[in-house]
């Protein structure tokens, strides 16, 4: 079978991995721009496909028969070439749905927001209403799509939930949020479809206010199963999806060490790398290589100031990428920008060593027990309170650490994956 995603700009979708798991059929990245669509479509050469932005609206013209659920969303996400005629499907719906489900989030006589207005809101509108939500109120830029935002907040901040179907925050511009969630009181569940990064900053902030948050990755995984289903025409263990979602997870996040300076987070991330494959990403590192100049030149040319406008911009940049491991400078986590960042992708583990243990050769800051001993007092409740996970070095068991690092790391379960 000759299967594919259609879209624009793909090279970071997850959807060939994901079907690797469902069947044996070839899957590609199939990138058509606008001037190409209609030669691509007319010429039916594909058995299966699922589609993406911009074309879930375009593709419908091109289809000889559309399930129910197409038609009342008008927006069609798989396609099957039934004999050369065209079959439109939307299995957005059921993804969706698992995704409501997995997140234990009851809509039934609730007020939700859906901040966009492409095909992927009409999918959500779409379950919502099946579902029972008592109103459900469309937020665009575009003019006559819906409310503005400037009405949103005005008229409307006593949202029950929230959906973000617009690709704000989606990669590479993570850290950027489509509302201020602060302002929903009365908000108790937060949505959002995009998947990379894992969670956005919009789940972020919505987390930290108590609320309930779920990423996009469940449905991405969910939307594809129900597709594999139709492109194979049978069904598949039902299992499936929440089998995929947990290797996806596992193989998409960092694995961010903190901890003191000396404390041997580059060892265990060197060990770490041996055991998983995976590649080490160092802020003090790519500091020095972005710098051009060792981390006690960079203090002595630029101070302190200097060196965490330095030391943010790595950690942002290390941050968006997936499947890395992450060693942290002792005081980046100080700063709030840098959590924020690191939490999007990482699971975040705080590598505990005695104090007595630690290293201070070579280090601008840490220079002597004292000082040590000031920066302890200071540092751990931002480590403890940031960590996800904490594991405790055991002194000359680098391996026997990094093993309990990735025990511990595949037994966390954070909320919103």
Request: include cysteine; aromatic fraction near 6%.
């Amino acid at each position: 079978m000759r299967c594919g995603l259609l879209g624009k700009s793909l090279s970071h979708s997850l959807s060939p991995q994901i079907h690797k798991y469902l069947g044996d059929y070839e899957y590609r990245l199939i990138n058509v721009d606008e001037a190409g669509f209609d030669d691509f479509m007319r010429a039916r050469e594909f058995d299966g496909l699922n589609v993406t932005i911009p074309y879930k609206k375009a593709v419908l013209p091109y289809c000889d028969e559309l399930s129910a659920a197409a038609r009342e969303t008008g927006s069609v996400n798989t396609i099957v070439n039934r004999g050369g005629r065209l079959f439109g499907d939307n299995t957005d719906i059921f993804g969706f749905g698992c995704q409501l489900d997995r997140a234990g989030a009851d809509i039934a006589g609730k007020k939700v927001l859906v901040l966009g207005d492409g095909g992927v809101a009409q999918t959500v509108k779409y379950v919502l209403g099946k579902r029972g939500a008592r109103q459900i109120i469309t937020v665009s830029r575009r003019a006559g799509a819906g409310v503005t935002y400037d009405e949103m907040y005005a008229d409307h901040a006593d949202a029950d939930a929230i959906v973000n179907t617009t690709p704000v925050g989606m990669y590479p511009d993570n850290y950027r949020a489509v509302i201020d969630i602060k302002r929903f009181g009365s908000c108790g569940f937060v949505a959002d479809m995009i998947y990379n990064p894992l969670r956005t900053r919009l789940l972020l902030e919505a987390a930290a206010l108590g609320m309930r948050v779920s990423g996009g990755l469940s449905m991405l995984a969910a939307q594809a199963f129900r597709a594999a289903e139709i492109f194979l025409d049978k069904p598949l263990p039902p299992s499936l999806p929440a089998d995929i979602l947990k290797e996806l997870t596992a193989s998409q996040q960092n694995i961010v060490l903190i901890g003191m300076p000396g404390s041997g987070k580059s060892s265990v991330a060197a060990e770490l790398a041996a055991l998983t494959g995976r590649e080490v990403l160092n802020t003090d590192t790519l500091i020095e290589q972005a710098a051009a100049a060792t981390i006690p030149d960079i203090f002595a040319a630029q101070g302190e100031p200097g060196f965490r406008r330095l030391e943010s911009e790595a950690v942002r940049a290390a941050a968006k990428q997936l499947g890395k491991i992450i060693s942290v400078g002792g005081g980046a986590p100080l700063a709030p920008e840098n959590r924020a960042a690191l939490a999007q992708n990482g699971v975040v583990v705080f590598l505990r060593r005695d104090i007595a243990n630690l290293s201070t050769d070579g280090r601008p800051l840490s220079k002597d027990t004292d000082t040590l001993l000031h920066m302890w007092a200071e540092r751990l409740p931002v480590y403890e309170g940031m960590a996800d996970v904490s594991v405790e070095i055991t002194e000359g068991e680098v391996k026997g650490t990094a093993e309990r690092v990735l025990s511990a790391v595949s037994a966390y379960d954070r909320q919103g994956d």
